[in-house]
Protein backbone atom coordinates (compact mmCIF):
# COMPACT_ATOMS: atom_id res chain seq x y z
CA UNK A 1 0.00 0.00 0.00
CA UNK A 2 1.39 3.38 -0.81
CA UNK A 3 2.16 5.69 2.38
CA UNK A 4 3.80 8.67 2.65
CA UNK A 5 6.24 7.98 3.85
CA UNK A 6 8.04 11.67 4.45
CA UNK A 7 4.54 12.36 6.74
CA UNK A 8 5.24 8.76 8.55
CA UNK A 9 8.43 10.16 9.33
CA UNK A 10 7.42 13.46 10.91
CA UNK A 11 4.93 11.49 12.91
CA UNK A 12 7.04 9.39 14.53
CA UNK A 13 9.21 12.97 15.34
CA UNK A 14 5.59 14.53 16.66
CA UNK A 15 4.58 11.47 18.47
CA UNK A 16 5.33 11.52 22.23
CA UNK A 17 6.23 8.19 22.51
CA UNK A 18 8.77 6.57 20.23
CA UNK A 19 7.95 2.88 18.66
CA UNK A 20 11.18 0.71 19.19
CA UNK A 21 12.31 -0.24 16.15
CA UNK A 22 15.42 -3.00 16.58
CA UNK A 23 17.00 -5.00 13.34
CA UNK A 24 14.70 -7.89 14.22
CA UNK A 25 14.63 -10.85 11.45
CA UNK A 26 16.65 -13.81 12.30
CA UNK A 27 15.66 -14.70 16.10
CA UNK A 28 12.45 -15.54 14.23
CA UNK A 29 13.72 -18.93 13.86
CA UNK A 30 13.11 -20.01 16.87
CA UNK A 31 9.47 -19.29 17.16
CA UNK A 32 8.70 -20.98 13.73
CA UNK A 33 10.45 -24.11 14.50
CA UNK A 34 13.26 -23.71 11.09
CA UNK A 35 16.55 -23.11 10.17
CA UNK A 36 18.91 -20.28 8.82
CA UNK A 37 18.97 -22.65 5.57
CA UNK A 38 15.14 -22.69 5.59
CA UNK A 39 14.91 -18.90 6.03
CA UNK A 40 17.38 -17.59 3.41
CA UNK A 41 15.79 -19.62 0.83
CA UNK A 42 12.29 -19.76 0.89
CA UNK A 43 10.07 -16.50 0.48
CA UNK A 44 7.50 -17.97 2.11
CA UNK A 45 9.45 -18.68 5.49
CA UNK A 46 10.33 -15.05 5.15
CA UNK A 47 6.73 -14.16 4.91
CA UNK A 48 6.39 -16.18 8.41
CA UNK A 49 9.23 -14.56 9.85
CA UNK A 50 7.81 -10.79 9.19
CA UNK A 51 4.28 -12.21 10.46
CA UNK A 52 5.73 -13.70 14.05
CA UNK A 53 8.12 -10.70 15.02
CA UNK A 54 5.13 -8.38 14.07
CA UNK A 55 2.46 -10.44 16.37
CA UNK A 56 5.20 -10.47 19.22
CA UNK A 57 6.33 -6.49 18.99
CA UNK A 58 5.09 -3.45 18.88
CA UNK A 59 7.54 -2.17 15.98
CA UNK A 60 6.06 0.61 13.69
CA UNK A 61 6.78 -0.73 10.70
CA UNK A 62 7.63 -4.27 9.19
CA UNK A 63 11.64 -5.47 8.19
CA UNK A 64 12.19 -8.27 5.76
CA UNK A 65 15.38 -9.89 5.76
CA UNK A 66 19.07 -8.37 6.65
CA UNK A 67 21.66 -10.51 4.65
CA UNK A 68 24.09 -9.26 3.42
CA UNK A 69 25.04 -12.26 1.40
CA UNK A 70 22.58 -12.14 -0.93
CA UNK A 71 23.99 -9.32 -3.40
CA UNK A 72 27.80 -10.33 -3.50
CA UNK A 73 25.75 -13.85 -4.60
CA UNK A 74 24.09 -12.46 -7.38
CA UNK A 75 27.48 -11.03 -8.91
CA UNK A 76 28.83 -14.79 -8.45
CA UNK A 77 30.64 -14.52 -4.85
CA UNK A 78 30.80 -17.77 -3.02
CA UNK A 79 28.00 -18.12 -0.11
CA UNK A 80 28.94 -20.52 2.73
CA UNK A 81 25.45 -21.72 3.84
CA UNK A 82 24.50 -23.29 7.44
CA UNK A 83 21.56 -24.58 9.06
CA UNK A 84 22.75 -22.32 12.18
CA UNK A 85 24.24 -19.54 11.04
CA UNK A 86 24.35 -16.05 8.80
CA UNK A 87 25.20 -16.91 5.55
CA UNK A 88 28.91 -15.53 4.62
CA UNK A 89 30.58 -14.65 1.84
CA UNK A 90 33.61 -16.37 0.98
CA UNK A 91 36.28 -14.91 -0.91
CA UNK A 92 36.76 -12.37 -3.72
CA UNK A 93 35.73 -12.61 -7.00
CA UNK A 94 38.37 -9.55 -8.41
CA UNK A 95 42.16 -9.25 -8.06
CA UNK A 96 43.11 -7.03 -11.08
CA UNK A 97 41.81 -4.00 -12.59
CA UNK A 98 40.63 -6.13 -15.61
CA UNK A 99 38.50 -8.00 -13.39
CA UNK A 100 36.69 -5.09 -12.24
CA UNK A 101 36.79 -3.74 -16.07
CA UNK A 102 34.48 -7.35 -16.45
CA UNK A 103 32.83 -7.57 -14.06
CA UNK A 104 28.91 -8.06 -14.95
CA UNK A 105 26.47 -6.65 -13.37
CA UNK A 106 24.05 -9.01 -13.04
CA UNK A 107 19.91 -9.18 -13.73
CA UNK A 108 17.65 -8.39 -11.10
CA UNK A 109 16.58 -12.05 -10.12
CA UNK A 110 20.08 -13.16 -10.23
CA UNK A 111 20.73 -15.78 -7.11
CA UNK A 112 18.48 -15.50 -4.25
CA UNK A 113 17.40 -12.13 -5.19
CA UNK A 114 14.17 -12.47 -6.09
CA UNK A 115 13.10 -14.79 -3.19
CA UNK A 116 13.76 -11.67 -1.37
CA UNK A 117 11.80 -9.24 -3.21
CA UNK A 118 8.92 -12.21 -3.60
CA UNK A 119 9.01 -11.91 0.01
CA UNK A 120 8.43 -8.22 0.43
CA UNK A 121 5.68 -8.25 -2.44
CA UNK A 122 4.15 -10.96 0.01
CA UNK A 123 4.65 -8.85 3.06
CA UNK A 124 3.20 -6.00 1.60
CA UNK A 125 -0.21 -7.25 0.94
CA UNK A 126 -0.11 -8.86 4.14
CA UNK A 127 0.39 -6.10 6.07
CA UNK A 128 -1.76 -2.93 4.22
CA UNK A 129 -1.49 -1.14 7.48
CA UNK A 130 1.94 -0.42 8.05
CA UNK A 131 4.89 0.28 6.09
CA UNK A 132 7.21 -2.43 4.50
CA UNK A 133 11.05 -2.03 4.85
CA UNK A 134 13.00 -4.46 2.26
CA UNK A 135 16.68 -4.82 3.41
CA UNK A 136 20.12 -4.74 1.35
CA UNK A 137 23.42 -3.79 1.18
CA UNK A 138 25.23 -0.55 0.62
CA UNK A 139 27.31 0.23 -2.10
CA UNK A 140 31.21 0.36 -0.22
CA UNK A 141 30.07 -2.81 1.87
CA UNK A 142 29.20 -4.54 -1.31
CA UNK A 143 32.04 -3.57 -3.15
CA UNK A 144 34.04 -4.76 -0.09
CA UNK A 145 32.70 -8.34 -0.46
CA UNK A 146 33.63 -8.78 -4.42
CA UNK A 147 37.20 -7.64 -3.94
CA UNK A 148 37.68 -9.00 -0.08
CA UNK A 149 36.80 -6.62 3.13
CA UNK A 150 40.25 -5.98 3.97
CA UNK A 151 41.92 -5.77 0.59
CA UNK A 152 39.20 -2.93 -0.50
CA UNK A 153 40.68 -0.61 2.09
CA UNK A 154 44.31 -1.08 0.88
CA UNK A 155 42.75 -0.79 -2.82
CA UNK A 156 41.25 2.21 -2.00
CA UNK A 157 44.15 4.18 -1.38
CA UNK A 158 46.65 2.20 -3.95
CA UNK A 159 44.39 1.35 -6.75
CA UNK A 160 41.25 3.90 -6.20
CA UNK A 161 40.32 3.94 -9.96
CA UNK A 162 39.49 -0.11 -9.73
CA UNK A 163 37.50 0.59 -6.55
CA UNK A 164 35.55 3.71 -8.43
CA UNK A 165 34.79 1.12 -11.55
CA UNK A 166 33.29 -1.62 -9.00
CA UNK A 167 31.06 1.21 -7.01
CA UNK A 168 30.13 2.33 -9.87
CA UNK A 169 28.74 -0.72 -10.96
CA UNK A 170 27.56 -2.40 -7.55
CA UNK A 171 25.38 1.27 -7.54
CA UNK A 172 24.06 0.59 -10.76
CA UNK A 173 22.62 -2.95 -9.54
CA UNK A 174 21.70 -1.51 -6.26
CA UNK A 175 19.26 1.01 -7.92
CA UNK A 176 17.72 -1.69 -9.88
CA UNK A 177 17.55 -3.56 -7.00
CA UNK A 178 15.76 -1.14 -5.29
CA UNK A 179 13.79 -0.25 -8.16
CA UNK A 180 12.20 -3.97 -7.88
CA UNK A 181 11.27 -3.72 -4.51
CA UNK A 182 9.93 -0.69 -4.84
CA UNK A 183 7.54 -2.04 -7.89
CA UNK A 184 6.19 -4.68 -5.58
CA UNK A 185 4.87 -2.08 -2.91
CA UNK A 186 8.06 -1.58 -0.46
CA UNK A 187 7.70 1.19 1.47
CA UNK A 188 11.68 1.54 1.69
CA UNK A 189 14.72 -0.17 2.17
CA UNK A 190 17.17 -0.40 5.01
CA UNK A 191 20.82 0.20 3.37
CA UNK A 192 23.65 -1.32 5.15
CA UNK A 193 26.67 0.46 5.09
CA UNK A 194 29.03 -1.02 7.62
CA UNK A 195 32.15 -1.20 5.97
CA UNK A 196 31.56 2.78 5.60
CA UNK A 197 32.26 2.76 9.07
CA UNK A 198 35.89 2.41 9.21
CA UNK A 199 36.93 5.23 6.59
CA UNK A 200 37.95 8.35 7.48
CA UNK A 201 36.33 11.56 6.56
CA UNK A 202 37.65 11.83 3.11
CA UNK A 203 37.65 8.61 2.07
CA UNK A 204 34.32 7.99 3.53
CA UNK A 205 32.58 10.75 1.37
CA UNK A 206 34.78 9.58 -1.66
CA UNK A 207 34.00 5.92 -1.39
CA UNK A 208 30.74 5.60 0.16
CA UNK A 209 28.61 8.76 0.50
CA UNK A 210 28.83 9.65 -2.77
CA UNK A 211 27.56 6.81 -4.00
CA UNK A 212 24.83 6.40 -1.51
CA UNK A 213 23.65 9.81 -2.54
CA UNK A 214 23.44 8.42 -6.18
CA UNK A 215 21.71 6.00 -5.23
CA UNK A 216 19.18 7.85 -2.98
CA UNK A 217 18.56 10.32 -4.94
CA UNK A 218 17.33 7.32 -7.76
CA UNK A 219 14.90 5.82 -6.05
CA UNK A 220 13.91 7.94 -2.63
CA UNK A 221 10.61 9.98 -3.02
CA UNK A 222 7.92 10.75 -0.59
CA UNK A 223 6.30 6.99 -1.27
CA UNK A 224 9.62 5.13 -0.85
CA UNK A 225 12.10 5.76 1.84
CA UNK A 226 15.89 4.64 2.62
CA UNK A 227 16.99 3.92 5.91
CA UNK A 228 21.01 4.16 6.15
CA UNK A 229 22.97 2.06 8.66
CA UNK A 230 26.23 2.87 9.71
CA UNK A 231 27.62 0.58 12.54
CA UNK A 232 31.05 1.37 12.41
CA UNK A 233 33.33 3.35 15.25
CA UNK A 234 34.24 6.14 12.56
CA UNK A 235 30.59 7.41 12.23
CA UNK A 236 30.75 10.34 14.40
CA UNK A 237 34.12 11.71 12.70
CA UNK A 238 32.30 11.17 9.55
CA UNK A 239 28.71 12.55 10.51
CA UNK A 240 28.91 15.74 8.16
CA UNK A 241 29.41 13.49 4.73
CA UNK A 242 26.46 11.11 6.44
CA UNK A 243 23.55 13.42 7.02
CA UNK A 244 24.46 14.58 2.99
CA UNK A 245 23.56 12.11 1.73
CA UNK A 246 19.50 12.20 1.60
CA UNK A 247 18.35 9.74 3.84
CA UNK A 248 15.66 11.03 6.73
CA UNK A 249 16.43 8.00 8.86
CA UNK A 250 20.13 7.22 10.17
CA UNK A 251 20.72 3.61 12.13
CA UNK A 252 24.19 3.62 14.12
CA UNK A 253 25.56 0.92 15.49
CA UNK A 254 26.82 0.73 19.76
CA UNK A 255 30.30 1.33 18.84
CA UNK A 256 29.57 5.19 19.14
CA UNK A 257 27.69 7.59 21.34
CA UNK A 258 23.91 7.70 21.04
CA UNK A 259 23.40 10.87 22.81
CA UNK A 260 26.34 12.44 21.23
CA UNK A 261 25.53 11.30 17.62
CA UNK A 262 21.71 12.78 18.26
CA UNK A 263 22.96 16.24 18.53
CA UNK A 264 24.33 16.03 15.05
CA UNK A 265 21.21 14.66 13.32
CA UNK A 266 18.82 17.35 11.77
CA UNK A 267 15.48 17.95 13.49
CA UNK A 268 13.66 16.79 10.43
CA UNK A 269 15.69 13.77 10.31
CA UNK A 270 15.24 10.49 12.87
CA UNK A 271 17.85 9.24 14.67
CA UNK A 272 18.00 5.15 15.71
CA UNK A 273 20.14 3.45 17.64
CA UNK A 274 22.13 1.57 19.35
CA UNK A 275 21.81 -1.49 22.41
CA UNK A 276 24.51 -3.93 21.66
CA UNK A 277 23.01 -6.26 19.70
CA UNK A 278 25.78 -9.19 20.99
CA UNK A 279 26.91 -7.90 24.36
CA UNK A 280 23.34 -7.49 25.28
CA UNK A 281 20.81 -9.16 22.99
CA UNK A 282 22.62 -11.94 22.80
CA UNK A 283 24.77 -12.54 26.50
CA UNK A 284 22.95 -9.94 28.38
CA UNK A 285 19.81 -10.46 30.85
CA UNK A 286 16.65 -9.02 31.10
CA UNK A 287 17.90 -7.15 33.93
CA UNK A 288 20.88 -5.81 31.90
CA UNK A 289 19.16 -4.81 29.07
CA UNK A 290 16.29 -2.74 31.32
CA UNK A 291 19.07 -1.04 32.70
CA UNK A 292 21.31 -0.15 29.33
CA UNK A 293 18.30 0.51 27.83
CA UNK A 294 16.66 2.87 30.66
CA UNK A 295 20.39 4.53 30.22
CA UNK A 296 19.72 4.75 26.54
CA UNK A 297 16.57 6.67 27.02
CA UNK A 298 17.93 8.73 29.98
CA UNK A 299 20.54 9.61 26.81
CA UNK A 300 18.52 9.98 24.30
CA UNK A 301 14.76 10.52 25.31
CA UNK A 302 15.28 14.38 24.94
CA UNK A 303 15.71 14.50 21.36
CA UNK A 304 12.59 14.12 19.57
CA UNK A 305 13.92 12.67 16.31
CA UNK A 306 15.11 9.27 18.03
CA UNK A 307 13.90 6.27 18.13
CA UNK A 308 15.50 3.46 19.96
CA UNK A 309 16.71 0.34 18.25
CA UNK A 310 19.90 -2.25 18.52
CA UNK A 311 23.14 -1.03 17.52
CA UNK A 312 23.07 -3.65 13.99
CA UNK A 313 20.88 -6.59 13.39
CA UNK A 314 19.96 -8.48 16.52
CA UNK A 315 21.84 -11.97 16.75
CA UNK A 316 19.63 -14.69 15.82
CA UNK A 317 20.47 -17.01 18.88
CA UNK A 318 19.25 -13.98 21.06
CA UNK A 319 16.61 -15.03 23.94
CA UNK A 320 13.21 -14.06 23.11
CA UNK A 321 13.29 -13.02 26.59
CA UNK A 322 15.77 -10.48 26.23
CA UNK A 323 14.14 -8.98 22.90
CA UNK A 324 10.77 -8.49 24.88
CA UNK A 325 12.66 -6.90 28.16
CA UNK A 326 14.26 -4.24 25.42
CA UNK A 327 10.55 -3.62 24.43
CA UNK A 328 9.18 -3.46 27.93
CA UNK A 329 12.21 -1.09 29.01
CA UNK A 330 11.04 1.55 26.30
CA UNK A 331 7.72 1.16 27.06
CA UNK A 332 8.33 1.77 31.20
CA UNK A 333 10.64 5.13 30.08
CA UNK A 334 7.12 6.33 28.80
CA UNK A 335 4.75 5.18 31.26
Not at 92 to 105: C, G, N, R, Y
Not at 305 to 328: K, R, T, V, Y
Request: proline share 5%.
Amino acid sequence: MKINMYDWVDSLIAAEKKPPFPVLTFPAIQKLGITINDLVRSSDNQLKMMRIIAEETPMPAVAGMMDLSVEAEAFGSTVRFSDNEVPTVIGHIMEEEEDADALEIPEIGAGRTQIYIDAIGKAVEAFPDKPVFAGCIGPYSLAGRLLDVNEVMVLSLEEPDMVHTVLEKVSTFLISYMKAYKAVGANGVLMAEPLAGLLGSGMAQEFSSDYVKKIIDAVQDENFLVIYHNCGNTAIRTVDTIISNGARIFHFGNAIDMAEMMAHIPENCIGMGNLDPAGEFRNGTPESIREKTGKLMEACGGFRNFIPSSGCDIPLDASWENISAFFSAVENHYS
